[in-house]
């Protein structure tokens, strides 16, 4: 896949949903329109079939959750050799609650101007995926972030796979700092594999037939807990 240099337009090339540059992916866009940020881009009305949101090169500010709601099948992806990245402070960071909603190849900064008070990735729907992310959290200055974890998961089958997870928080005795994943009473028969983890602890596990695997944490804490 190639893609022309940003010129500020807002351009589509048949059938798909870009941001920002136009970059093929295989959405259909009713409305005719491409975005700038991500969190436009879900709530297009063709992805209430399902769809995917390619998401070219480029630094992305993100002032809104990216909600991808209830819809099955939505798909956020970078571009073939991309490697966006955004960048936000507004919590949760993103939510999906349908089936096979999937999330590839992103890179999310995560800066505190408070306590995190909530999971910062919700994946609560069935065969969820988080596939080669990188989410890093400055959190120095002691923000109490005890008991929210950068990933919640809630349905079944799901994954998270080929991730890094930093969490540059203070140690200073106090336990806090984020853990990486809550696989929930839900997320029966989830994978969680092949990640890397510099965090406060590792997986709190809460459901049945989880398999935690080929993982490396460098925490202060538990790897794996319930």
Known sequence: IE?????????VQGNYITAPLTVPGPVSVEDGSSYSQISDAVNDGALSDG???????GYYDEKNTIAVG????????????????????????LTASGNNASVQGLGFEYALDSSVDTHLVQLTGDDASLDSNSIS???????NELGYAFVKLGGQ???????????T???????????????GGGADG??????TVNAMSGVYVASKNLTVS????????SAVFT
């Open 137 to 143: 959290v400055d959190s120095t200055g002691g923000n």
């Open 157 to 167: 089958d799901a994954e998270v796979l080929n991730n890094e997870f930093n969490d």
């Open 190 to 195: 989830s994978l969680i594999d092949d990640n």
């Open 214 to 221: 080929n993982n490396e944490f460098y925490v202060n804490t």
């Open 3 to 11: 893609a022309d240099a940003y010129d500020g337009s807002n351009d």
């Open 169 to 183: 928080y203070d140690d200073d005795g106090t336990g806090e700092g984020l853990y990486t994943v809550q696989a």
């Open 70 to 93: 209830a819809n099955d099948g939505v798909t956020i992806q970078a571009a073939q050799g991309a490697s966006p990245v955004v960048s936000t402070n507004t919590k949760p960071i």
């Open 51 to 57: 769809g995917t949101v390619t998401v070219a090169d």
